[in-house]
């Protein structure tokens, strides 16, 4: 019985593996790569507002609210980044996405020099290049949301589970054949060969099973996707935030513990 479908659903079990674990690979690097880009752009968009922002330009104290504006947006975005969910991102961008607030503080900018009858002069190719900016931050946020949609269904690791549990049953079925019996006491057991294979098989089948759904969760885990360049990213925001006198009015999403506050 066991000749007939232990080697098919052998052969079923090592392709779904090699699937699994080739899909989850590829999707996390995929997000580390994202990350890794959106996390430099944002560092380089978010030097070019303050710069275009600043106070110590003509005119630079009516750029007061648009430059609040852009550091809130910035500072709720790399807190995001850092440590929200993935749910709760999607909230913060339908309800009150921080790119569309960093456009609208540039408007703000434009506007105040076009009530005034001044044009962008020199600033005209900040504010393109930081709208260009903006706009590759909004694609690869897209991307890494998507990315990490593509999680696979838990109907995928119980399948896993059960082409584990098949293969071991046919295991002991075949190592029936091979019992030993006691001469003292009568007992029929199997060979110690046999017992320490199937330890192994077990071990082997229950850790590639903890691996891929540490996988699957690219966040959390141990092969989780590492925050240290967004973590570093918030601690450079902050301190650009305090350079430009904006550190005690910007709230950033971290307490001194480092615990979330919003």
């Known amino acids: 019985l066991t000749s007939c479908w232990l080697p098919g659903i052998s052969i079923l079990f090592g392709t779904l593996c090699s699937l699994t674990a080739n899909i989850l690979y590829q999707r996390q690097a995929r997000l ?5 880009e959106e996390a430099s752009i944002l560092a380089a968009s978010t030097q070019n507002v303050l710069h275009l922002l600043r106070t110590n330009q003509p005119d630079g104290g009516e750029f007061r609210e648009a430059r609040l504006m852009a550091g809130q947006a910035v500072a709720d975005y790399v807190a995001t980044l850092v440590g929200d969910s993935r749910g709760t991102e999607i909230m913060r961008v339908a309800i009150d996405d921080p790119i569309t607030r960093m456009r609208k503080s540039v408007s703000l900018y434009e506007d105040v020099l076009f009530a005034r009858g001044r044009d962008l002069g020199a600033m005209s190719s900040l504010v393109s290049e930081l709208r260009y900016q903006l706009t590759e931050i909004g694609i690869l946020r897209a991307r890494r949301l998507s990315d990490e949609a593509l999680a696979l269904p838990p109907t995928h690791f119980l399948i896993l589970a059960i082409l584990s549990v098949l293969i071991l049953a046919g295991f002991i079925l075949v190592s029936l054949g091979s019992v030993v019996v006691d001469p003292v006491s009568g007992v029929r057991s199997p060979t110690p060969e046999s017992t320490l294979l199937f330890s192994i098989l077990c071990g082997v089948y229950t850790l590639f099973y903890n691996f891929s759904r540490d996988l699957n969760s690219p966040f959390e885990g141990v092969y ?8 570093a990213l918030l601690i450079k925001t902050k ?3 305090m350079e430009v ?3 005690d009015e910007v ?5 001194n513990e480092g615990e979330r506050t919003t």
């Open 32 to 36: 580390q790569q994202t990350v890794s």
């Open 245 to 247: 006198g904006l550190g």
């Open 239 to 241: 301190r650009l935030m």
């Open 224 to 231: 989780q996707i590492r925050r240290s360049q967004t973590a």
């Open 251 to 255: 709230n950033f999403g971290y307490d």
